[in-house]
């Protein structure tokens, strides 16, 4: 029979070469001298040098800090959390608030001699290379913490750089591999101190299935505890997992039984190097597993945000459009994802959950006309959003795809911040027109001329160029001749509109539209002079806008005439507590405070003696409030309380229009709806539940007319 060659035999007589070399490396006292000192070691063995890697420390940063940690998102209260969201869920700790039993049962675990060698163990080494190569028994690791600690680093960097073929190689099981990481651990001991690199490790180190990283994060999940409160039993539990987070991780029940044979293993090797007493030992050996642990939930993002989910993916939605955050989408994913923020938005809680509550009481989830009731509040003057309402549960997975009752479209916000195409806006429009109207000078009660028939080309301005007529009427049929702008907005009067829009034109409005902070919400058609929304219909609300957007009108209308650009994020704090630039509201006078007075004067008419009487607020507050009803497919309300909220609500189908006539909604059937029968009261209902819970003021001076808009 042939002689067969052995198989390893290169393989056993490289890693001798490389392990000869370390030895030397070693037995100089830790101090790593060039690779060129030391020909004849590596001359031994061509193949070696290309592997030996060049003795910086790779340009690596091995600052704890800089690990990817998860962000967390605050409502205005700056404590109540919305959501947290991460790539590795992650928190990283400082070794004063890690408890000692937890150093001491990563040491016992991992590294018994961690305090005296100088970054490789050199007995270790030797033991897992005979066991290894000699004794052809399992692979050993003989792996110092300092080891550990760089694979994991050289890991994270891997995917950080979003590099595959180096993570391979920061992990696969080479002679190559573990030299490298010698090389850098020897480095990393020169630069760092056994605690510091402890630390590291114990923030780095995987201790769980999933992406569940440190030691404060594992003593969260497992416990409902933190690092520096970690007792021996605990301490052994987590410190067991790093070998096999998959296989040891204590949440998944039916690893359980060989969690708490690994957690005993970690108690006798404390006990051996003499970390605890026989007493702890015992007693913590003794307990159960199962009745020391607390699992709490780890899922995160939007998805598990509840009520405040829509809100949520408003924010996220607002970080990943804007260049404050990074220069690409994706820089901003990672720094939202890997970043460690501290994110503080502008939720108000009573006023998501008073949204989401009028919402649902409005139209229930399960409604069988599949109505969406959207509501966008905005605090005037400030830009802050406060909160939105939906009555559909948030779910961005596939199930969505299936349930009518379920999505993770915000129908409250612009296409471009994750929501739909907007709605048509009626009649809430007419607010937009009477600013208009007294900026170019003219007075709410000049008496019009009015029509059911206007030739287009009457609009004409710079931009407009019309042709053909435009027929329209007034909801009751027909016009009502000679009437002011004042009673054809207090009466919603279409055909007033148009005489108005004839004295000043088309752009007029248009230009009105924009300096109170109009935008169309479809993507990349925002703009008001777009060549869909820019035509006569425009004045009775045949545009399409988000409610948000509507919300941020009728606040410059209660903010004195200050315009602001709606933001969710007050502040941003980076891991080493410096602030991120957030995205400003730019407040500023849009519109002289005469003409927003006198507008709210004319909105609060509308609601004393016009359509707008279901909009009414409780203990008599003056409410300034607007009505609209888009043909038949989309109700709608607007309005608001100065200083406090203003708010947009509409109703009906936001994927495709379709009819409310004949439609039966919690038990109320009408032949022809209005926005006054289901869009006021659910107005009403978000704005005095909101204004009871936050117990606002009542204030009645505002919307004092003007003089020279009254004449």
Not at 361 to 379: L, N, Q, R, Y
Not at 535 to 551: E, K, Y
Request: glycine share 8%; with cysteine; net charge neutral.
């Amino acid at each position: 029979m042939g002689h067969m060659p052995k198989k390893n035999s290169l393989t056993a007589r490289r890693a001798l070469a490389l392990l000869l070399a370390y030895l030397t490396l070693c037995i100089a006292g830790g101090v790593v001298v060039s690779l060129m000192a030391m020909p004849a070691v590596f001359g031994a063995n061509n193949a070696a040098k290309a592997l030996a890697p060049s003795l910086t420390v790779e340009g690596i940063d091995f600052d704890v800090t800089s690990l990817p940690q998860k962000s967390t998102l605050y409502a205005s209260d700056g404590k109540t959390v919305i959501a947290s969201f991460y790539a590795q869920n992650r928190e990283v700790v400082p070794i004063k608030n890690i408890s000692v039993y937890m150093q001491r049962a990563v040491v016992a675990r991992e590294d018994r001699r961690f305090f005296e060698h100088a970054g490789v163990d050199v007995q270790g080494v030797l033991r897992a290379f005979v066991q290894t190569y000699v004794a052809k028994g399992d692979t050993q690791g003989g792996s110092s913490l300092t080891q550990q600690y760089v694979k994991n680093v050289l890991m994270v960097k891997a995917r950080e750089d979003d590099d595959p073929i180096a993570e391979y190689h920061a992990s696969e099981d080479t002679v190559a591999r573990k030299l490298r990481e010698m090389l850098i651990a020897v480095q990393m001991e020169k630069k760092y101190s056994k605690y510091e690199i402890l630390q590291g490790y114990l923030n780095i180190a995987q201790f769980g299935s999933g992406s569940l990283y440190g030691v404060e994060a594992a003593a969260k999940r497992y416990f409902n505890t933190t690092a520096a409160n970690l007792s021996v039993v605990q301490a052994a539990t987590i410190a067991a997992i790093t070998k096999n987070p998959e296989k040891y991780d204590p949440s998944i029940e039916s690893n359980q039984k060989t969690a708490e044979e690994q957690r005993n293993i970690v108690l006798d090797l404390m006990l051996q190097e003499k970390f605890i007493t026989k007493t702890q030992h015992d007693k913590a050996k003794a307990t159960p597993l199962k009745d020391t642990l607390n699992i709490q939930s780890v899922q995160q993002g939007c998805q598990v945000a509840g009520d405040a989910a829509f809100f949520c993916s408003y924010v996220t939605n607002q970080i990943l459009n804007s260049k404050e955050f990074g220069k690409t989408a994706q820089a901003r994913q990672k720094l939202l994802n890997e970043g460690g923020l501290e994110i503080y938005t502008t939720m108000d809680v009573n006023a998501n959950n008073a949204a989401m509550k009028a919402a649902r009481d409005t139209i229930p989830v399960d409604d069988p006309t599949g109505f969406e009731v959207t509501i966008a509040a905005i605090k005037p003057g400030t830009g802050e959003v406060l909160g939105f309402g939906i009555n559909r549960t948030y779910d961005a997975t596939d199930a969505a795809k299936t349930d009518p009752t379920r999505t993770s479209i915000n129908y409250a916000v612009d296409q471009k911040d994750g929501g739909g195409i907007g709605f048509n806006v009626g009649s809430t429009w007419k607010p937009i027109n009477m600013i208009a109207w007294m900026l170019q000078g003219h007075s709410i009660n000049e008496s019009l001329r009015t029509y059911t028939s206007y030739a287009n080309s009457s609009f004409n301005c710079s931009k407009f160029s019309g042709h053909g007529t435009w027929s329209l009427h007034n909801s009751e049929g027909g016009t009502v001749s000679q009437e002011t702008p004042l009673q054809g907005l207090i009466k919603s009067h279409n055909t007033t509109q148009a005489s108005m829009t004839q004295q000043i034109g088309l752009c007029a409005i248009a230009d009105a539209a924009k300096t109170v902070g109009y935008h169309n919400a479809i993507l990349g058609q925002e703009d008001v002079y777009s060549a869909n929304s820019f035509n006569p219909p425009m004045i009775i609300g045949s545009v399409q806008a988000s409610p948000l957007t509507m919300a941020n009108v009728y606040a410059t209308i209660a903010a004195n005439g200050v315009e602001c650009t709606p933001i969710a994020i007050k502040k941003v704090i980076k891991q080493n507590g410096k602030s991120v630039k957030v995205p400003s509201a730019n407040c500023h006078q849009a519109i002289a405070p005469e003409i927003a007075q006198t507008t709210a004067y004319a909105l609060n008419q509308g609601v004393l003696k016009g359509e707008a009487k279901a909009a009414q607020l409780d203990n008599n507050r003056k409410t300034f409030a607007k009505t609209g009803t888009n043909e038949q497919t989309y109700m709608l309300t607007a309005g608001f309380v100065p200083n406090q909220v203003a708010a947009f609500v509409a109703v009906g189908n936001a994927e495709v229009q379709e009819s409310f006539s004949g439609k039966t909604i919690n038990g109320v059937s009408h032949g022809t709806w209005y926005g006054m029968y289901i869009a006021s009261p659910a107005w009403k209902e978000f704005v005095d539940t909101y204004l009871a819970a936050i117990n606002a003021p009542i204030d009645n001076d505002y919307g004092t007319p003007a003089e020279q808009y009254m004449r």
